[in-house]
């Protein structure tokens, strides 16, 4: 017989409201006709049921005996229709009181919406898995380089890049891991398809997909056997946005070529949108097999991604690899000793950089939740306490005291339903935000980084629990008046409107107020740490003026550019631009400051023909730079000269050398005249010295940097710097015109103003201090409605002894004093708590703050001159309202 | 003297009489409804039940489970004396109330019926 159950929702409620002892007998009667009545028709049965328990009245069970010709509606008697009833009139004592309403949803909506999104960030940046299979199963494998002063042996920077033989031994020697793949990033031109366009991707071992156990969306992945390449030609796989952006999101695609710095691939597949790579944003991938055609100069790099055989654990393939590493040492001599390790794949998964503004920003996210549940009890209280003459007289006229907590209960419900509605929509807006803000970065972001926050969903288990946090909070503070009330004495209730024991009440709120003033204070002095930080970052001397200045990018490809026609093409686009209207300067460099880690690097071998002690070495910037830069960009030239076009091919090897380099190498010495040479060149003379420039972080400089000349040494791909008469989107069109006009088919790219890069550059510190700008101007406005509302309930409850007072001889302004008073004591002890919580906390904020003292007292002393300031506005109206009590009306009342 | 019955206590008490033995709770529902042809909310007849009980009419006791109940027992009920005094007493008022009237209450209903057919 097929079982047919009743709607087991309604059955359930009638479980939990029903008396126990009857509870088995109705439900089982009502099952019985159930069955009965849907052997004719289920649906009606259906609905049959949910109206029996609609109209069921559970509480009538429990009731006293009742006069034999009462009629069916009792006033006791509970139902389910009458909890509708109360929802409506729930709703209508609400609306009639708009302010209350209005304020405390939206304090819980923000309150919601801004933990929830905030933490939604958190989990997806933090702890959600990789995108992967069996994710925790998967290991960073690297080489470790030598351990920097101050370094632990674990630092995570010590864990670096295999040159390829090296990475061979690894591969036929290990047998820790159950497989591996190499990876490494590189740029690509693509023709053939459209405009020219530069796109980042990945060089990736056959088994790279695999290993990660990630399925293509479109076609397939590269396998092992044919290690990306087939009779057909080089394969490509394409992410998921570029083949919406590119290729129009057409299935059509597979089996497409395009070109690759003029190489042709074919189309094999197409990733899923939740992967972009792990090293860089990649927008394809291209296998091994591509490496051996192209003639680049950059791939001894490779990374390595393994995955763990089941069994296993980390310490063991940290184990594994270390002996490993010792064998490679062994078998290259040469190099320096120094083995090599295994990382969860996870832990690189954000770096501490991302890691530390999100962690931080949760719990400034957490404080705001704080304060709006703090507020919310402040005004239920603060409106229940006033009812209480309501309640009293109701009491008195015979209702149920159960009658009237659950009508307070329903009020408290129908609240939080409306603040947790309005709190999911602010969450929804908070985490589109957060998306779109991921998306638009651009730069110093790893693949899974940028894939984190790119696809940030809402956290159902947070609004949950938010949701449950501000619906418990109104509750339990609502409950209170009505369940004391209650039990005093009605008659003291009806007669002075205000119930003994509410002197408590009201030392309770101000503690409550405190505390919020206090939570406000906290954010307040983070936010203005943050933004005196953000100050002295845009005032930061990076060593040149970044106004009007446009930077864009060209990478020549390697079959139709040599040394010297790279050399000519750039001189030639110079000068073009340089002819343009508007125009002030132009210049090349092969990495402009802030552009995304395309820096060279290198270090000093020689001083003056001697060689440099090891200890004595630092790693340098090396700049490839066309004649004329140095003026272009504003840089001073403290000795000596700069390069000119007579520094070329067949004279002497020449650099520029910085401030910082001078005075490393040469201090309190001329050091034009002298001669240097780097690791793997020859000797060139100083001819000059520049003032620095911060080329990688506005804070600080990174290293000392080393200039040579693109006429001796010519690159292939480098930026060209223009500086304009005014700001202009057009400029960028022109210049592109005249790239075209010299080769057609070679891509802009990296286009950006200057200006722009450098404020990038310091964008977590920015996002964060909005971000706590907005939370502390929140919980500012918070705690002001806290104040206000806890000067006007005591300026109500105290009107009639305002009134003796007056009445005795006190002037209108004595009672405004007071009022004024004790608002200004609030926010005194308000910022007193406040100041010793800014204290600890602001230390989490340290490593974002520049040039600004976590304990800066400008700050402190502005954030306590602005409750001041918020004390005494929100104390106004109760104070008017104090000084305009008219002392013959009140003692009328009496 | 005992206390008068409400109208649909009476309902409840003759149901319980009717059924006899197997008078419990949904079978008292059905039985109502279907003699009065009303829609009966099942909570005012255990309502009713309650109350009868606690004025010792009726007494309960604990039959076995059944499947159809989803292995849930039933609670039935049987009228004790003092219930069906109570019911004699109220039935003995309408028959006191319609004694002799039957001519009259037939006039009525067939007036009834006329003005519904014109």
């Known amino acids: 017989m097929k079982r047919v159950r009743p709607p087991w929702v309604a059955a359930t409620l009638l479980w939990l409201f029903l008396p126990k002892d009857e509870r088995e007998f109705i439900l089982g009667d009502l099952e019985e006709q159930y069955r009965q009545r849907s052997r004719q028709n289920r649906a009606g049965a259906w609905l049959w049921y949910w109206g029996q328990v609609a109209r069921m009245r559970p509480f009538s069970l429990l009731d006293h005996p009742r006069p034999a010709h ?164 080089l394969e490509v796989v394409l992410s998921h946005g570029t083949w919406v952006s590119r290729f129009g999101g057409n299935t059509e695609v597979l089996g497409r070529t395009i070109n690759l710095d003029e190489i042709p691939y074919t189309v094999v597949g197409v990733m899923p949108s939740s992967f972009t790579g792990i090293k860089t944003v990649a927008q394809l991938w291209v296998s091994n097999r591509s490496l051996e055609l192209l003639q680049r100069d950059l791939y001894h790099s490779y990374h390595v991604v393994a995955r763990l055989k089941e069994k296993d654990t980390y310490d063991q393939a940290r184990l594994a690899m270390r002996v490993l590493g010792d064998r490679i040492d062994e078998a290259f001599p040469s190099s320096e000793p120094l083995s090599a390790t295994a990382r969860p794949l996870d832990q690189i998964r954000v770096t501490q950089k991302i890691r530390t503004p999100v962690l931080l920003l ?8 704080l304060t709006a549940c703090i507020n919310v009890a402040c005004l239920v209280l603060g409106r229940s306490v006033s009812r209480r003459r309501e309640i009293a007289t109701r009491l ?103 119930a003994p024991g509410s002197h408590k009440g009201t030392k309770g709120r101000g503690g409550l107020v405190i505390t919020q003033v206090a939570l406000a204070f906290t954010l307040l002095v983070g936010s203005g740490l943050l933004l005196r930080t953000i100050g002295r970052l845009n005032q930061a001397n990076i060593g040149f003026d970044t106004g009007a200045m446009m930077t864009a990018r060209i990478a020549l490809p390697s079959s139709r550019y040599d040394r010297p026609a790279s050399e000519a093409f750039f001189t030639g686009l110079l000068e073009r631009v340089r002819a343009l209207p508007g125009v002030q300067a132009a210049a090349f460099i092969n990495c402009v400051p802030f552009a995304d880690r395309c820096r060279n690097g290198s270090r000093v071998a020689t001083m003056d023909g001697l060689e440099i002690e090891p200890d004595r070495s630092r790693a340098i910037g090396l700049n490839f730079v066309a004649p004329g830069y140095f003026r272009s960009i504003g840089v001073p030239v403290l000795r000596g000269r700069s390069f000119t076009t007579l520094d070329g091919i067949d004279t002497p090897a020449v650099v520029v050398i910085a401030r910082e380099t001078a005075g490393w190498l040469w201090p309190n010495e001329d050091p034009v005249g002298r001669s240097l040479s780097l690791l793997g060149t020859g000797e060139a003379t100083v001819i000059g010295v520049v003032d620095d420039v911060r080329y990688d972080k506005v804070e600080e400089l990174s290293r000392p940097d080393v200039y040579v000349s693109t006429q001796q040494f010519p690159r292939r791909d480098g930026y060209v710097v223009t500086r304009h008469s005014a700001e202009s989107a057009s400029h960028i069109l022109a210049i592109r015109e005249a790239v075209h006009g010299l080769d057609s088919e070679l891509p802009l790219f990296d286009i950006q103003a200057m200006t722009d890069r450098a404020n990038d550059a310091t964008w977590r510190t920015r996002f964060s201090g909005v971000l706590i700008s907005i939370f502390a101007v929140m919980t500012l406005i918070l705690s002001a409605i806290g104040i206000y509302g806890l000067l006007s309930y005591s300026v109500e409850r105290k009107a009639h002894d305002i009134g003796i ?14 009022v004024v008073g004790s608002s200004f004591l609030f926010a005194a002890g308000g910022v007193a708590l406040g100041i010793l919580l800014a204290v600890v906390l602001t230390r989490f904020l340290q490593a974002m703050l520049f040039e600004t003292s976590p304990h800066d007292p400008l700050t402190y002393g502005t954030a306590a001159l602005v409750f001041v300031a918020v004390s005494l506005t929100a104390s106004y109206f109760p104070a008017r309202r104090a000084s305009s009590v008219d002392p013959i009306e009140v003692l009328k009342t009496e | 003297m005992p206390k008068s019955l409400g109208e649909f206590e009476i309902l409840i008490l003759f149901a319980i009489v009717r059924l006899q033995h197997e008078a419990y709770g949904a079978t008292i529902h059905r039985e109502i409804e279907d003699r009065t042809g009303r829609s009966i909310a099942i909570g005012a007849v255990y309502t009713g039940l309650a109350r009868l009980q606690r004025s010792g009419y009726v007494q309960a006791s604990i039959g076995e489970p059944t499947p159809q109940r989803g292995g849930r027992r039933k609670k039935y009920y049987r009228i004790q004396p003092d219930g069906a005094r109570a019911l004699k007493t109220s039935v003995q008022a309408y028959r006191q109330m319609t004694a002799g009237i039957e001519r009259e209450l037939d006039l009525v209903f067939a007036d009834v019926a006329t003005r519904r057919n014109t």
């Open chain 1, 70 to 233: 009462s009629g069916r509606r009792g006033t006791m008697a509970l139902s389910f229709e009458s909890f509708f009833q109360n929802v409506r009139f729930a709703l209508r004592n609400l609306l009639k009181d708009r302010t209350f309403t209005g304020v405390a949803t939206l304090t819980l909506a923000i309150g919601i919406g801004a933990t929830t999104a905030i933490f939604s960030v958190v989990n997806s940046t933090l702890l959600r898995p990789l995108p992967f299979k069996d994710p925790d199963r998967l290991m960073r494998v690297s080489l470790l380089e030598p351990q920097k002063p101050g370094q632990r042996a674990d630092d995570i920077r010590r864990e670096g890049v295999w040159p390829y033989p090296k990475y061979k031994m690894f591969h036929e020697l290990q047998t820790i891991f159950e497989d591996e793949a190499t990876y490494l990033r590189t740029q690509f031109n693509l023709t053939g398809a459209g405009e020219p366009e530069r796109l980042w991707a990945e060089i990736v071992g056959a088994s790279y997909f695999s290993v990660l156990g990630i399925v293509a969306e479109l076609g397939r992945g590269f396998s092992p056997e044919t290690d990306g390449s087939t009779e057909a030609g």
């Open chain 1, 362 to 369: 949760f719990g400034a996210a957490g404080l705001v939740l």
């Open chain 1, 396 to 498: 008195a006229l015979g209702s149920g005291r159960l009658r009237l907590i659950r009508q307070l209960v329903t009020e408290s419900l129908v609240l939080s339903v409306l603040g947790g509605t309005l709190g999911v929509a602010l969450a929804h807006a908070g985490v589109a935000y957060f998306n779109t803000l991921g998306a638009a970065l651009r730069f110093q972001m790893s693949g899974l980084e940028r894939a984190a926050l790119s696809s940030i969903s809402l956290d159902t288990g947070t609004m949950v629990f938010c949701v449950a946090v501000v619906t418990v909070t109104p509750l339990l503070v609502g409950l209170l008046p009505a369940v004391g009330g209650s039990r005093l004495s009605l008659v003291e209730g009806l007669k002075t409107g205000a």
């Open chain 1, 805 to 818: 007072m007056m009445a005795l001889g006190a002037t209108q302004k004595t009672a405004l004093k007071n």
